[in-house]
């Protein structure tokens, strides 16, 4: 199937690794899972996900404790999570996943992005059966456990696939089951390195080149939003 591999992973985490970037989204993450659920990880499992994926992105540890501590703040802001949908230039398909304190700011924002490059949003819901959401948690192989072991320990919880690249194990299954996944790899001492919920076209779409650079520049507007928290496509 190929889900862990889709285009644009390596050139996306490329350009997120930039810690301008990727902090303010990581710490806004972490902010939203304490306010939402507690400050304390080993009770809230939302925020215990969000330090996880900080810490896989090399976050200094003063970083995660400060956004922690912003939730309880007297001016901690009121972050909404929204998602926008759209058509991006030759008809692609986007799903934008926001996280924002101003939503009339980030829909505008997001607005522009979409009709400068000839593209423009759709009504809420339009996308939602064209993308499959997925649990996605990636991992090193456990010593001593083969792939068709790990499948059977993990099948119960609700798993649908794995799938491995140069040592690292990616496991999927539907987002309803993401807690039932994270338990199990936890009580088989399995350390995860990302967790998340992520949304995979049902039907790509092979685009040129040509047309593909058109899309990336608007993408690539999308994904420099302080707001936007991800952004997925219909691209083969």
């Known amino acids: 199937m190929g889900r862990a591999f889709e285009y644009r992973r390596a050139a996306k985490e490329k350009r997120w690794d ?19 659920g507690g400050a304390d990880p080993d009770l809230n499992a939302t ?11 090399n976050m200094p540890k003063s970083n995660i404790d400060a956004a922690i501590k912003r939730a309880s703040g007297k001016d901690a802001a009121n972050y909404s999570e929204v998602n926008y949908e759209g058509k991006g230039p030759h008809g692609v398909l986007v799903f934008v996943e926001c996280a924002t304190d101003n939503t009339t700011r980030t829909v505008a924002n997001v607005k522009s992005y979409f009709n400068k490059a000839g593209g423009g949003l759709v009504p809420t819901g339009s996308l939602e059966f ?6 996605v948690f990636e991992f090193e192989k456990p010593e001593g456990m083969d792939v068709e072991e790990l499948e059977l320990e993990l099948i119960d919880a609700g ?9 690292e194990y990616y496991a999927y299954a539907d987002y309803t ?4 996944i994270a338990h199990a790899l936890e009580n088989l001492n399995i350390e995860v390195k990302k967790a998340n919920l992520k949304r995979f076209a049902n039907d790509p779409v092979e ?4 047309q593909l650079e058109e899309i990336e520049k608007m993408l690539d507007k999308l994904e420099e939003d302080d707001d936007v928290q991800a952004v997925y496509t219909n691209i083969a």
Request: hydrophobic letters at 40%; proline letters at 2%; glycine letters at 4%.
């Open 18 to 36: 930039k810690m301008s970037r990727i902090f303010p989204k990581l710490s806004k993450k972490i902010t939203i899972a304490a306010k939402e």
């Open 177 to 180: 089951s993401f807690g039932d």
């Open 130 to 135: 064209m993308f499959s959401r997925k649990a």
């Open 47 to 57: 925020l215990r996900t969000a330090i996880l994926n900080a810490k896989a992105q």
């Open 207 to 210: 685009f040129s080149e040509e």
């Open 159 to 167: 798993l649908e696939e794995i799938e491995e690249n140069e040592g």
